[in-house]
């Protein structure tokens, strides 16, 4: 599924100044390496059911044995010491090197083979956890990815010279540390990077799981389908406290959700949660979610947030209609995509707006190989698309009880009548502050 930058910000996987982003909710990983290769596999969503099924198991088979992972003792730290022993310039070690002349460098080069010494017991405590993580992993053949995983990592901890590998308690030796650092320092440097990177992706499978875990998220059931297919139950936005659940259908027959609502409503919210579901389920990871089933999309656009840009003279309007633009460029290739808007034409007056915005409503649902979600503050245009039966119509509803605005967030049935603008400056004492202009004196 193909994504650009934007809709990567305007779903909220990011950080900002102003919150912290899914992604960084995300990381359990126990090693920056491992957070590393989980932001790859985060920011590169898959390109077929095939390949997303195969994730999904995988983190499933993690999700079994977290047990075992979560009593693995490789640290980050013990990641940083083994890259670290690989860059720094020590005392060369002979080749072959007797008893005497152990206890010669030890004496000679006491700084060196003190931390030669703390590097090896990293190195061996890293060799035996990855041993043990084999054994227990190589269980399950059936699934590519995680056989493909045991085999790169079963090449490396099963060289001849590691089968009898001591343990840390045992490196009590200064022959057995040096021979050893010998070994890893001028023959297996390479190898020993290389396994490195394969605990990393092995971390970062273990943080997908361990998210999958916290956040209870489930894994969507995928449909083989030409056509677009999107059902989701009890879709919420997983950085929401207390956030309320809603459903959604979409697909050829009903393929354009018109949402309304007034502002605060949950409008916004609702279309990032579709958005970040649908993006979740395309990592192949689980999703915030009770129940879902899709198709696969060949890509997710959202015109969520839109700026002006002073510099090179373009108004708030013109971006937006670039960026409307933009994406009916992309979808008219037949392929299937999911698109996200919030509040349309912002940037111009009502009545421009009304009719930029009916336009655009008209020609998206004709175009049944795509699904798409629209939110507007112009009610007014429902009117004139009632005719079109694969529009849907939904609102969240706010209701007033002593004059204090109570926002339900649950997706009703319908187009919304709310006309709540004067209240809530009433509310926020704006009309008040104006009230007061012709009683002070300045």
């Known amino acids: 599924m193909l994504v650009d930058k934007i809709t990567l910000q305007d779903i909220g996987l990011y950080d900002t100044n102003e919150s912290i982003g899914l992604i960084t909710h995300l990381n359990f990983c126990k090693t920056n390496g491992g957070k590393a290769q989980l932001d790859e596999y985060l920011l590169q969503p898959l390109?077929?059911?095939?390949a997303i099924e195969q994730r999904q198991e995988a983190i499933k088979f993690y999700i079994e044995k977290m047990e075992f992972l979560e009593a693995m003792k490789?640290?980050?730290?013990?990641?940083?010491?083994?890259?670290?022993?690989?860059?720094?310039?020590?005392?060369r070690?002979?080749?072959?090197?007797s008893l005497p002349a152990a206890y010669w460098y030890q004496w000679l080069s006491a700084a060196d083979y003190s931390l030669l010494r703390y590097s090896l017991e990293h190195l061996v405590l890293f060799y035996h956890q990855l041993q043990q993580w084999v054994l227990v992993f190589e269980t399950n053949k059936q699934n590519p990815l995680l056989a493909q995983l045991v085999e790169k990592i079963k090449k490396y901890t099963q060289h001849p010279s590691l089968k009898?590998?001591?343990t840390v308690a045992q490196l009590n030796n200064p022959q057995t540390v040096l021979s050893l650092c010998h070994f890893f320092l001028y023959h297996y440097k390479n190898n020993t990077r290389q396994l490195l990177s394969h605990f990393y992706e092995l971390d970062a499978y273990y943080s997908m799981a361990m998210a999958s875990t916290k956040y209870d998220f489930v894994f969507p059931t995928w449909i083989e389908s030409k056509q677009p297919i999107f059902e989701v139950s009890a879709a919420m936005h997983p950085l929401v406290s207390n956030a309320i659940s809603n459903n959604l259908s979409l697909h050829p027959d009903k393929n354009l959700l018109f949402l309304t609502g007034a502002n605060m409503a949950g409008k916004s919210t609702f279309i990032k949660t579709i958005g970040i579901v649908l993006y979740l389920a395309h990592i192949g990871i689980g999703v915030p979610a009770s129940k879902m089933q899709l198709s696969f999309f060949d890509g997710l656009i959202t015109n969520l947030t839109t700026t002006d840009n002073v510099v090179k003279g373009e108004s708030y309007f013109y971006n937006e209609v670039q960026r409307i633009k933009n994406t009916i460029v992309k979808i008219l290739d037949?392929?299937?995509?999911?698109?996200?808007?919030?509040?349309?034409?912002?940037g111009t007056n009502i009545q421009d707006a009304m009719k930029c915005s009916s336009a655009v409503i008209e020609g998206l649902q004709k175009l049944r190989s795509s699904l798409c979600i629209l939110s507007t503050h112009l009610y007014e245009i429902s009117e004139g698309l009632q005719e079109h039966p694969n529009i849907q119509f939904s609102f969240f509803e706010t209701t007033v009880?002593?004059?204090?605005?109570?926002?339900?967030?649950?997706?009703?049935?319908g187009v919304s009548q709310?006309?709540?603008?004067?209240?809530?400056?009433?509310?926020?004492?704006?009309?008040?502050l104006l009230d007061s202009i012709n009683k002070t004196k300045y």
């Open 334 to 346: 037949g392929k299937k995509y999911f698109v996200l808007i919030d509040e349309l034409f912002k």
């Open 418 to 432: 709310d006309r709540l603008g004067y209240l809530i400056l009433e509310k926020e004492g704006v009309v008040q």
């Open 93 to 97: 070690i002979p080749t072959q090197i």
């Open 74 to 91: 490789i640290t980050n730290g013990t990641t940083l010491v083994i890259e670290k022993f690989f860059e720094s310039d020590y005392k």
């Open 47 to 50: 390109s077929s059911i095939a």
């Open 401 to 413: 009880h002593h004059k204090e605005l109570v926002f339900h967030y649950q997706l009703k049935e």
């Open 164 to 166: 009898n590998l001591p």
